[in-house]
C-alpha cells in the first residue's frame, strides 16, 4: 500500500506565501502524474496544479502566475509553492498521484490526507 503524506499548510494573510509537500512512501514506485487539489468549504473538489514525467505543469486559471507546482522524483515528492495567496485560496489541500510498481497490473490512485490552508484578509 502507498501512502502519501503532505505537510506545510497553515494560517497566513493575504499576500504572504506558503509551500507544500507531499511525499509517497514505498520503493519501486513511478509516479507518471503528481497533482494538487482544493476543496473549499461547501465546495467540491478541483485541480489546482498538475504535472507529469516529461510534460509541462498545468495550473487552474485562479492560480496561474501565483502557484508553481515542481516534483522530485527520487523522493517522490511534489511540492505547491504559493506566493501573493489570497483569502480565496482558503481551503483543504490534497495531492493526488497516479502510481505504478512493476508487481501491479495497472496504476492506481492515491490520496494524501488533506492539509488546510487558511489565508486571512
Known amino acids: 500500500q502507498v501512502q502519501l503524506v503532505e505537510s506545510g499548510g497553515g494560517l497566513v494573510q493575504a499576500g504572504e506565501s506558503l509551500r507544500l509537500s507531499c511525499t509517497a512512501s514505498g520503493d519501486g514506485l513511478s509516479i507518471s502524474n503528481m497533482a494538487w487539489y482544493r476543496q473549499a468549504p461547501g465546495k467540491q473538489r478541483q485541480m489546482v496544479a498538475s504535472i507529469s514525467d516529461g510534460a509541462l505543469p498545468e495550473y487552474s486559471h485562479s492560480v496561474q502566475g501565483r502557484f508553481t507546482i515542481s516534483r522530485d522524483n527520487a523522493k517522490n515528492t511534489v511540492y505547491l509553492q504559493m506566493n501573493s495567496l489570497k483569502p480565496e485560496d482558503t481551503g483543504t489541500y490534497y495531492c493526488?498521484?497516479?502510481?505504478?510498481?512493476?508487481?501491479?497490473?495497472?496504476?492506481?490512485?492515491?490520496w494524501g490526507q488533506g492539509t488546510q490552508v487558511t489565508v486571512s484578509s
Open positions: 493526488r498521484m497516479a502510481v505504478f510498481k512493476r508487481t501491479w497490473i495497472a496504476p492506481s490512485v492515491f
